[in-house]
């Protein structure tokens, strides 16, 4: 059963010719997004910056959207998202940024309109949590970071 949700956008004064979020095949999963800067940026290597989009959203309560990096640029470039998934809250109503990291070996550079990264839209369970003085025991216990093996 494929779900559907409305979600608004708003693009922002003085970014008319900035591409709106959008898929780049029939069956991807994320909305690509696009560097509304207003120059050329260069990343040098081992810098971030917060890359704005020039637009906003609003969410019906239940989704969320995160942010994530393009399997290209962190391929080719190391570029990435430093907080991935970044997570966009159905309350928030301001720009969508995006976080990027240059993990590579050369300065990168930002244009106008080039794409930086991709949204996902993801749904949010009603959760509660619950305060008890003991949790139930399974095989794997607390072990973690590696207990599995290498």
Known sequence: MNLSYL??????????????????????SGFDLYAAVEKE???????RIL???????????GLEAQIRP???LAYKHGITCLNTPGTIDAD????IKV?????GDEPFTITRNERIAQMVFQEVPEVELE??????????????FGHTGK
């Open 92 to 95: 928030y109503r301001g720009e």
């Open 7 to 28: 979600v608004q956008i708003n693009r922002l004064p003085g970014n008319e010719d900035i591409e709106l979020p959008k898929k780049m095949s029939e069956l991807a």
């Open 131 to 144: 305060q008890v003085d003991k949790l139930s025991d399974t095989v794997r216990g607390a072990g973690g």
């Open 41 to 47: 940026m260069v990343m040098e290597p081992g810098t």
């Open 70 to 72: 393009r399997s290209g």
């Open 99 to 103: 976080l990027l990291i240059n993990l």
């Open 51 to 61: 890359v704005p989009t020039g637009f906003a959203i609003a969410m019906p309560a």
